[in-house]
């Protein structure tokens, strides 16, 4: 007669996204308000290391192995996303579309990663209604932090945790 079996693999993993626009990007402000756009041509590379822990536990007796996974690199690009103010001095980003990283199985990703592979998107950006205004200021970088976390119960018995940082650099065009 043979026990059953528990098989466990447990993931471990980063991903770092850095992406850019391919040229810069036209907006328009009406006011301190951004008009609704959409920022296209978005390009980048995304890095994806980490390892697998595999368990095997029959009856009394228990195996386990680390499997390291390769860091791998991948180019992405035709990205947009949208954009937008809701009011003046505000920006609120959109999905993101057309950009889909391959997933991976070393390590494992969750559905939530999969789902949303570059992170979380950030709130609302605030950017000083008086920087808008001044025809003086030529550029102004904002950059946003946003994060995002789960813990798993039985089976999984694990956390994911997400995090982006976002710069983004607007230029005053000069009519």
């Not at 996204?17 to 040229?23: D, K, P």
């Amino acid at each position: 007669m043979r026990a059953e079996c528990e098989h466990t693999v447990r993931a471990e993993g980063i991903r770092d996204v850095r992406f850019r626009t391919a040229r810069p990007v036209l907006v328009r402000f009406d006011g301190a308000r951004l008009l609704p756009m959409r920022v296209r041509g978005l390009r980048g590379i995304g890095t994806v290391a980490g390892a697998n822990t595999i368990t095997d536990i029959c009856g009394s007796g228990r195996t386990q192995a680390i499997q390291d996974c390769v860091q791998t690199k991948q180019s992405f690009r035709g990205g947009s996303i949208g954009a937008l103010g809701m009011r003046a001095g505000s920006i609120t980003l959109r999905t993101l579309r057309d950009v889909r990283p391959r997933t991976t199985s070393c390590p494992q990703e969750p559905a939530e990663v999969r789902a949303a592979p570059l992170g979380p998107i950030p709130g609302p950006l605030r950017i000083p209604v008086t920087a808008l205004r001044n025809r003086r200021i030529a550029h102004v970088t904002l950059t946003a932090y946003a994060s995002w976390g789960k813990n798993y119960g039985s089976p999984e018995d694990g956390t994911l945790e997400q995090r982006a940082v976002w710069t983004l650099t607007f230029t005053r065009v000069r009519p």
